[in-house]
């Protein structure tokens, strides 16, 4: 697993308190889309990473707005992976800034998945 996103509606205040609460340091933020911020952390400590994403069309999440990243060789082959045990697809592969690709599927507990291919 490459890191845990977490869904906000207040990017700086999430930010905020994932550094002076639990400790995480604040190693960078992009602009993903028009309206859409990825803030990044990590725990030296324990090499954990999180992802702090902002949409301003952002939803509220049953899940706690929490999803999880992979890192896949090839993105094909994770998504005919996935049909073969029936995992439910909700946006498939597409191109995203920097050449990557993405995928996002769905696990049973409704817990949103992200593939990504470097």
Do not use: W
Not at 26 to 49: H, N, T, V, Y
């Amino acid at each position: 697993m490459k890191s845990v996103v977490i869904r906000t509606s207040d990017i700086q205040k999430s930010i905020k308190f994932y550094e002076e609460v639990l400790g995480f340091s604040f190693d960078s933020m992009i602009s993903a889309a028009p309206g859409k911020q990825i803030a990044f952390l990590s725990d030296k400590e324990s090499c954990s990473r999180l992802e702090i994403l902002y949409n301003d069309k952002g939803k509220s999440y049953a899940n706690g707005g929490v999803s999880l990243t992979f890192v896949v060789d090839q993105i094909g082959e994770a998504e005919r992976h996935l049909a073969a045990h029936g995992v439910r697809v909700l946006s498939a592969p597409k191109t995203i800034k920097d050449g990557k690709k993405i995928m996002t599927a769905v696990d049973p507990n409704g817990v949103e998945l992200d593939f990504i291919e470097e």
